[in-house]
Structures are given as C-alpha cells and as structure tokens.
C-alpha cells in the first residue's frame, strides 16, 4: 500500500473529535475522492495525510513508512520528496512567475528536469504565460500552475484539497481533465477531496466521512 | 534547496522594492548616524594618540615643582647629581589670530623625538649647530607652514608631518624667548636610562614630584565626557534609524507569510527556513551597513572640522579636522548594522517560527492589539523604573545614560497605549459619520503606525530635550559672561617689563587696573588653576558665586581664604567650610564656588598676596581695564600705539565675548546638526509607514467612497489623519523633551562637566518645532493622499469583486 491510516484519532483543542477511528487505503496509481459535508473533516483527514498536521492516535503510514514517530523536519522531507498537494486556495509564490512557480516544488525535492517542466507548461496551457506573474492569472490558470507545480516533482502520492472549490464550471471541468489525466500519465495516486459527487465519480474509489468517521 | 529558497525569499523585494529600499535606508541611516559621531571620536581619540606618540610624551615618568615652573638651578642640580633629565618648557603663543602651542626642549639631553629623528633623517637635514645656536630653528607642523610664511621675527622654520596640529618644537632656547620666559622650566623628562648610584630625588630637589605616565591626566580622559556625550547622540539616532527596519522587516515577514506556509507545506523545515531568513537578513544588514558607512563618512567628514575646533578650543585637544577611512570603524558599523538589523528583526522572525504551518496568511497577524499595548506599556514603565533605579544605585555618568535610555525607550513603548486612549476618548466626543469614521480609522490604523509614531515621540523628545538645555545653558552662559568680563578693555604684554609699564601708564587714566595672574598646580582631582585677584569692588559686585560664607570676599582678603570654581567643587567635594590643600603644604578655607562655564579644569581664586606667598613670581601680562565704556576704543587705540602692541593684544569686552559665544555656538553645531538629522530620519520613518500599510489602505476607504465620499476627500482625510497623529505625538514629546532637558541639566552635565544649569523654558521653539513636525507628517502622508487622489475608481470596485 502507498499510504494507509490505521484507526486515526484526531480532536480539536478543548476536545471536539475530527477524525474518530479513520481507516483506509490507497494503492499506487489509485485515485480516491473524498467527499463528505463542510465542516465533516474531510480537510483533516487530508492534511494529516500530507504530514502537515498531526494526530491523536492510530498510524499513518507512507510508503510504508509510519508518520508518528517523524520530527518537523522529518514531515518536511517527506512532504518534499513523496507527496505533493493541491490546494484551494492556489497558494502560488506571488514574486515568483508561471516558470519559477512550475519549477518550484521540483528544485526544492532536487528532482528538476526541465524537459517535464516543459512538457507540463506544454500540457497546462502555460507555455504562453511562463513570464508573468500570478496577480495577472485568472484563477483557473492559477490553478493550472498550482497542479502543474505539484506535478512537476513527479510524485507518487498526489493529495488535493478542493482544487476546483474557486473556480467555475467550465474552469473546473478544464482543470479536473487536465489533473487526472496528468495523474494517469505518471501513474501518481490520487486523495482529492471534494464536496462535489460529479467530481467523486470520475474517480476509482469515494469515501465519504460523517461525522468524523467513512462511512 | 537552500538555493532555490533563497531565491524565493530574495524574489519577494522584487515584488516590493519600496520596501526593500525603505529597510535598507533605515539601516543606512541608523548606522551612517552612529558610524558618523563613532569615526568623529575614533578621529579625535587617534589624533590624541598621535600627538603623545610624536610628542614621545605619556611613556616617561616626569618631574615637577607642585608650586610652578622649576628654576634653571634645580635642573643643574639634578644633572650634576647624575641625574638623566631633559627640561622642557610649555606654552603657547598667538601668530596671526591662532593659538600656536609651543614645546621647548633641551635637544642635548632631550630623548630622539620622532619629529627631530624625521628632520635629520630628510634629504636636506640642518646643521645641529643651526638648531641649538641663535636664531635656532622652529620644527612646525604643516597645518602652521602657511602661518609663519613671510612672517619677520622668528627663527626658520623646517616644516614636520611627526607634530600635532597647531605645533611648534623648538629648542628650551629659543622657546624660553618666543614665550617670554627666560630661565623657566615647566617641567623634566626623566630618561629612561638613569646611573645606578643617583640619590634621591628627595635629597637633591626637596619638594620636586616625580610621576608616573599612568598619573599623568592626558588629553584623553579630559576629553572623555565630550565624547561619551556624542556617542549617546548617535546612539539615539541609531536607535530611532532601528524603527524603521523594525517596522520594515515587520511588514515584511507579515508579507510574507503566505509565501512561508507554502514553502513549508512543499517540505521545507521552519529551522532550515529561519536560517536561510537569518542569512537573508544578515546581507541587507551588510548592504545597508555599506551605504550607511558611506554616508557617515560624508557626515563624519562634513561635521569633523568643528568638532576639532570645539576640541581645541575647550580642552587645546590637538585633533586634525581630516578624517581618515580606519578598517576598524569599518568593521565595527558593519557589526552595528547586523547586530541591530538582527534586534530589530528578532520579533518579527521569532513570531513567523512560531506560525502554525496551517495558520492563514492575513497580514493583519502582524499588528498590534490592545493587548498587546498594555504589555508593551507594562515593559516601558519597567524601564522607566530600571533606569531610575540603575543611576540610584550605581550614580556616575554611565548610569545617568542608563536611565535616560530607559526613560526614552520606556516613554516610546508606552505610547501606543496612550494614543489609543485619547483616540477613543476622542472618537466619543465625535459629531457626524465623516468624524466618527475618521477617529475610528485613526485608532485602526495606529499599530501600523506606532512605530514610527514612536520614532517621531523620540525625535521629538530629544529636539525639546537637547534643545532646552543648550538654549539654557546659552542663556546662562551669556548671563554668566556678562558677570565675568567686566573689564571694558583686556590687554596681553609682551613681557613683565612691559606689563609693569603699560600698569604704571595706565593707573592714572583708568577706574582700575585687574591683573589677571595664575599657575598652574598640581591637584588630586588633576590639573588646578590658581588666579590671584586684588582686592577691588568689581569681584564682590559681579563675579557669580552659586555657594558662599558671609563675607566671602573680605574674607578672601583678610583670612587667607579661597574661592574654587565649581568643577573642582563637584569633584572634590569641597565646599564653603571646607579647606583646600595645595602643594606643598597650604590649607586654604573655602569661602565661596562660582560658576566657570565652558572650562574643564578645577580653578582657585586667592588674594594677590597668597597667591605670591604660595608661587612666588608668577608673570603679570595680562590685565582687565575699568574704565569708562566710552573712551574704551580710543584708549585700546593708543595703548597699541604707544606700546607697540598686535591688535590681538587689546581686547574690548563686546569682542572677548563674541569670541567666547563664537566657541560657545561652534560647541553645539554636531548636537544642532544631530537633532536635525535624527528628526528627518523620524519623518522618513513615518512616510515609510505610510507608504507600507498602502497596500492595505484600499478596503478600508473602499466602502467610504462607494456611500458617497469622493476622492479627493478621502485624499484630505489621510492628510488630515497623518497631521493629527503626529500633533498628538508632539503634544506628548514635549512633557518628555522637557523631563530629558532636566535629566540632561541636573544629572548628564554635572556628572560629565561638573556643572549645574538652571532650566528654563522657550516655548516660541515648541512651536517651531510643533508647526515643523505638522508639515512633515504633512509632506509624509502627501505621497499616498495622491495615490489615493488619482486611483481609478477600477481599482477600488475590486474591493468588492474580490479580484484582489
């Protein structure tokens, strides 16, 4: 298995329960939606998965290595070297342009091939834009490049949190085909968390979680 | 990685240049200021060293008679003795409107002075005979070769880079007739190698002292109080200069958040990040550090010559008025500027290492609260009480700085709390929307602007601080030379023959005739001077007494009594009912202390008579003439006629103190020039501010402009606000300018210089200072009231849209 939680615990300070006893799977070059209600944990689940956050109890283990026992600095290198994330929110570098910001995640894992760099701007639709800056992208471009920096460090686990939640319809459709067709390329799985259940459904597996549990 | 970090943090000035720009000025100016007054002393402290080194002075013990110079018998003696001495004699001389210091030594016995070692080792050396041998030869250094050229009277002159400024060596010979005084010896060098079997100095000179080098008080110490109280200038203008980094770097880092969170949620660990910032911030601090270095060698450069002249002419420190690059001054602001970068920045880095790795990336995060503002005040009353407590317990100069710096940084730290107290009460006494909205966004606005609201309370405080107390002490000082020169006219002769002559001349035609005779004794408090008076009504009528016996001057008259200036008062302790013991063996009742501004050396007054019981022989060249103010000029006129005497050698009273007020102004040109530049270095800092929290300007007046107010208004408004801040800002200065000055009268200078000035207060300048402060929080705020003015209305309907 490429990643597994193992009866994950996980509550809020003052000791409201986010994740209770949260267990799955997720192969290589799976694709998995989770979906579930505003506020149900989905983020949670997702973010203790990236080793962004931490946990409560239970084991999270990334190609087959436990979560637990890792330092920050130790979360930190696996976020840069396994995984990459989608966000939302985009969370481009302003003061860095369309290229930089493509080639970032890549550099910084000391895995850059510009040749694949290239081919992703190619595939994104970004050839024409790698000079500008994010502030001049319209949000589905943004998005493009946010994938596209994920992308390019050619990850095994790709984790997506609501990466179509800012845009239209017509920019989700064109941001989702061109994200799981990347996935399907390089063979890289897929956790994307969704409220949508059209979305859920392009993907090989759903979970959905309620009340801090998958039902 | 550490490379492509790097190049993603360095990648945000490119996005924010005003920014990078606004850090690095205000690390500039913090270290050009300081680095400035720093190359000032480190310049003045070399030429001390120098002229010791050239003058090979300060590495042999000496000799001395405690009652004034020694007689040519005495340095017989010695050498018949087998004592190794060489005599020298000190003085000085005016050529041409300068003073000249002239050092007289017996070039036979004398050790090899680096300045006569240069001379013989030149291409053209003199003959030993020519310099030893009537007219004998005057080794001058440079900055004199154009004072003594095409001048008739004196010997030839062989011009020596090995001499302090304003210098003339010569031999005993010639120097016992340049300054007049045949047979005088002011003191022995005593050579290094001395026969084994010499007796003591005791049996063959009985009342002659022996010192050591350590003992002996040099230019350096006396100095010292001047230069400490440069240093704290500058450290203030550091200080000031350091709120504007640390509100850059704030802004910044806040700026920045967003960029953070993503490095770290892409795998970078906070520790490997925080060092990467530390070497980030460590090279602006060094470019920053450059720049200011340049600039405080130009202000250095451009402040150094009346420095040296207040130098020279407070303590005739020799200081050359050329600055020269020293490596170490260098290295010493470049540390500055890291160090108080990596201060100023402390905060800010240790905040965002604190940042949860999911926190948002709200720049509001940065700004401060209420708080917070109580916490920051609680720290400022510490301090304020810190410093008190620090100067009394430990006293001394030292301390009193301690405490001044507490009670500056305290009063800067509790002025946000303050201002957000008189905003709000301020807010509810508003009538209208426009009013109620314009204190409400006052009060919101303060803590991006606190900090250089505090920048401008602290320049603010120290105009009204320093500014009070060299008005004051200005004040005083043309009161207290009112008191002093009295004299209508003061003449120099040439000689004592000339001087008995021109006294016996003048008794009939005169109110009366002062001689103004003194030495010089040694004391344990260093160097005394001790006047002789006689006894005439224009003493006990004019001369300002701050302590005093009844009948202090008949019993300065009848009792054998003596008068000590108040320096030598406040370091010794000494006061009317006291006695003062001077060498050999005189104990003297203190009578009364006076006032002597602008002389760093303890001084006595003795009646005529003790003063020649004590030091027989002292010279009597120099008089002070009452007589009528009217004929004053035509009698200066006719006694330079009659006499023979240079200009120089007549001097009216309206001109001695003109030149005493010229020395006076030239005293305060680098604390005038400080004060204007730490204030102008405040007012950046408030454009900076303003130019900074721009960016989150536009959803705030957005809303405004969309119910109706136009552009233009709300341009207005952020002038109008600007202006008020800075008002409020200055109405509380002025409280703490004025407890500064007291703190400066009562405690810095009597503790530094030995006297204490009375206060007064000049509010005519406040409102100088009040108006200037408006126009510059005015000019400040003009830049972003235009941007404001001329902003499409595009760009503020994206406040709505959420494009932003």
Redesign the interface.
């Known amino acids: 298995m490429l990643l597994t939680l193992d009866h994950v615990r996980k509550s809020y300070p003052g000791g409201r329960p986010v994740l209770n006893d949260v267990s799955l799977s997720l192969d290589a070059g799976q694709t998995l939606a989770l979906t579930g209600e505003s506020g149900s944990g989905k983020s949670t689940l997702l973010?203790v998965a990236?080793a962004?956050?931490g946990f409560d109890g239970g084991e999270v283990t990334l190609k087959g290595s436990p979560l637990s026992p890792l330092d920050?600095?130790g979360r930190?290198?696996?976020?840069?070297?396994s995984l990459s994330?989608v966000?939302q929110q985009f969370?481009?570098?302003?003061?860095?342009t369309v290229a930089?910001n493509l080639a970032?995640?890549a550099?910084?894992?000391?895995r850059y091939d510009p040749d694949w760099v290239a081919h992703l701007a190619d595939r994104l639709g970004l050839t024409e834009l790698v000079d500008r800056?994010p502030e001049h992208l319209s949000g589905g471009q943004q998005q493009r490049v946010a994938i596209g920096r994920a992308m390019a460090s050619k990850p095994a686990l790709l984790l997506a949190d609501e990466p179509t939640g800012n845009l239209d319809e017509t920019a989700s459709a064109v941001v989702l085909d061109l994200m799981l067709g990347l996935v399907a390329e390089t063979g890289a799985a897929l956790l994307l968390v969704t409220h949508s259940m059209d979305i859920a459904a392009r993907l090989d597996r759903r979970a959905h979680l309620s009340g801090g549990k998958i039902t | 990685?550490t490379r492509?970090?790097l190049?993603?943090l360095l990648?945000?000035w490119?996005?924010?240049r005003l920014q990078l720009v606004t850090l690095l000025t205000g690390i500039a100016l913090a270290t050009g200021l300081w680095s400035a007054v720093q190359a000032i002393n480190a310049e003045a402290r070399a030429s001390y060293a120098r002229a010791s080194d050239q003058l090979a002075l300060g590495q042999f013990d000496e000799i001395r008679d405690p009652a004034g110079s020694i007689s040519l018998s005495r340095y017989v003696d010695l050498r018949r003795a087998g004592w190794q001495v060489a005599a020298v004699l000190d003085g000085s001389i005016r050529i041409e409107g300068q003073t000249v210091r002239v050092m007289g030594i017996d070039m036979v016995s004398a050790p090899a002075l680096p300045a006569v070692t240069q001379t013989e080792q030149s291409a053209t050396p003199p003959e030993p005979a020519d310099i030893l041998t009537a007219p004998g030869r005057l080794l001058v250094s440079p900055d004199l070769a154009p004072v003594f050229e095409g001048l008739d009277g004196y010997p030839p002159v062989i011009v020596s880079t090995a001499l302090p400024p304003s210098f003339v060596l010569t031999d005993i010979g010639v120097a016992e007739s340049l300054l007049d005084r045949s047979g005088q010896i002011s003191r022995l060098i005593v050579l290094p190698e001395q026969p084994l079997d010499i007796p003591s100095l005791g049996d063959v000179a009985p009342g002659l002292i022996r010192t050591s080098p350590a003992s002996q008080l040099d230019t350096a110490q006396l100095t010292d109080s001047f230069h400490l109280n440069l240093s704290a200038f500058g450290l203030l203008s550091f200080a000031v200069g350091l709120f504007i980094v640390h509100g850059t770097v704030g802004l910044a880092f806040s700026h920045r958040r967003?960029?953070i969170?993503?490095?770290?949620?892409?795998?970078?660990?906070?520790?490997?990040l925080v060092r990467i910032i530390l070497f980030e911030l460590v090279t602006l601090a060094l470019v920053g550090g450059v720049l200011g270095l340049v600039l405080g060698f130009f202000i250095a450069g451009a402040l150094l010559p009346d420095v040296a002249a207040t130098l020279r002419g407070l303590y005739g420190a020799p200081v050359d008025g050329q600055l020269s690059l020293r490596p170490a001054w260098a290295l010493a602001g470049l540390l500055m500027a890291i160090g108080g970068t990596l201060a100023a920045s402390v905060h800010a880095l240790w905040r965002l290492s604190e940042m949860p790795?999911?926190a948002g990336p709200g720049v509001q995060a940065w700004r401060g609260s209420a708080t917070s503002w109580r916490i920051t005040a609680v720290t400022g009353v510490t301090m304020i009480a810190g410093g008190g407590i620090c100067f009394a317990m430990f006293g001394g100069l030292l301390a009193g700085f301690v405490m001044l710096a507490g009670l500056l940084t305290g009063a800067a730290l509790l002025l946000p709390l303050v201002l957000s107290l008189l905003l709000a009460a301020l807010s509810r006494r508003a009538n209208g929307p426009v009013a109620q909205w314009v204190w409400a966004d006052m009060w919101s606005q303060l803590p991006g602007l606190s900090l250089a609201m505090m920048a401008l309370l602290l320049a603010l405080a120290a105009n009204i601080g320093v500014g009070t107390m060299v008005s004051s002490f200005r004040l005083t000082f043309t009161g207290w030379l009112d008191q002093r020169l009295v004299s209508e006219l003061y003449i120099t002769a040439g000689d004592d023959a000339q001087g008995q002559l021109i006294s016996e001349w003048l008794a009939p035609k005169t109110d009366a005739i002062l001689p103004i005779r003194s030495v010089e004794l040694p004391h344990e408090t260093g160097p005394l001077f001790l006047y002789g008076v006689v006894d005439d009504p224009t003493y006990s009528e004019h001369w300002p007494l701050i302590a005093r016996s009844p009948e202090a001057w008949a019993r300065v008259h009848n009792d054998r009594a003596v008068l000590i200036n108040e320096q030598l008062a406040r370091r010794a302790n000494l006061w009317p009912g006291d006695v003062l013991t001077l060498p050999p063996d005189h104990t003297l009742p203190i009578v009364g202390v006076y006032s002597d501004y602008g002389n760093p050396t303890g001084q006595a007054i003795v009646a005529m008579p003790v003063l020649d019981s004590i030091v027989p022989k002292v010279p009597t060249r120099r008089f002070g003439i009452r007589v009528d103010p009217s004929v004053a000029t035509d009698l200066a006129q006719t006694l330079r006629d009659r006499f023979g005497l240079p200009t120089s050698a007549v001097v009216q009273q309206s001109a001695m103190k003109a030149q005493s007020l010229a020395i006076f102004d030239k005293t305060f040109v680098v604390t005038s020039a400080l004060n204007v530049l730490t204030l102008g270095v405040a007012g950046f800092a408030i454009l900076t501010s303003l130019l900074t929290l721009w960016t989150q300007r536009l959803p705030q007046v957005a809303p405004i402009w969309a119910l109706g107010q136009t552009r233009a208004q709300l341009a207005r408004l952020e002038l109008v606000r600007s202006v008020l801040l800075a008002g409020l800002t200055a109405v509380l200065a002025l409280p703490l300018g004025l407890l500064l000055a007291w703190v400066l009268l009562a405690v810095i200078n009597v503790q530094a210089f030995g006297w204490r000035l009375p206060m007064h207060l000049f509010p005519a300048d406040w409102l100088r200072l009040f108006l200037l402060t408006m126009l510059a929080a005015a000019v400040a705020a003009a830049l972003p009231a235009l941007r404001l003015l001329r902003l499409p209305p595009a760009d503020l309907l994206k406040v709505f849209a959420n494009e932003r």
């Open positions: 973010h990236a962004l956050d920050d600095a930190a290198e696996l976020r840069r070297n994330l966000f969370n481009l570098i302003p003061s860095l930089q970032l995640h550099r910084l894992a000391d800056y | 990685m492509a970090i190049l993603v990648s945000h490119r996005m924010h967003g960029m969170r993503t490095l770290r949620a892409l795998g970078v660990a906070m520790p490997h790795l999911l």
